[in-house]
């Protein structure tokens, strides 16, 4: 049986907080893979995207990573829009798939305005994999968030 407490899901990057219907992608815009909250992150050089809940690392790309939380839940932290075509340059892993991560903890530093000099949006989509939109409570407003700050609570 898993547990469904609710989770408290935090800002990986500072920024400020966008609507994911704002994020320039229509698969994230239309929340297709679940809803969010996006953040338009900090362009001051390389930044840490710290893991925005506590749990297993069951996918890590150097753009992209899933926590799934021990009640299962999975949540879906997308560094900028497009970033797969920079096949891993630019990004510095510092966990392995499979780790298990506090939330706040370091998962990969990258830099927002070397992927936007590039032509590519540095927004980063927060994604609650599989849930449905009014699972989604307390979420934070649009505007400043800092790393580590609470974006939403999914209620399960």
């Excluded at 299962?72 to 780790?99: K, N, P, R, S, Y």
């Amino acid at each position: 049986m898993t547990d469904a407490s609710p989770v408290d899901v935090l800002a990986p990057v500072s920024g400020q907080v966008i609507d994911l219907a704002d994020v320039p992608d229509p698969v994230f815009a239309g929340a297709f893979v679940g809803p969010g909250l996006a953040v338009d992150p900090r362009r001051d050089g390389r930044t840490v995207a710290l893991a925005p809940a506590a749990g297993r690392l069951v996918k890590l790309h150097p753009h992209a990573f899933v926590v799934q939380t021990a009640g299962g839940a999975g949540v879906l932290t997308h560094l900028g829009i497009d970033t797969v075509q920079l096949d891993g340059a630019g990004f510095e892993l510092h966990v392995a798939e499979g780790d298990e991560v506090a939330a706040g903890a370091p998962v990969v530093t990258w830099d927002p305005a070397a992927v936007e000099r590039d032509g590519r949006s540095p927004t980063v989509p927060v994604v609650a994999l599989d849930a449905a939109a009014e699972a989604l409570v307390d979420r934070h407003e649009p505007g400043p968030i800092e790393a580590a700050g609470l974006l939403f609570t999914w209620t399960r």
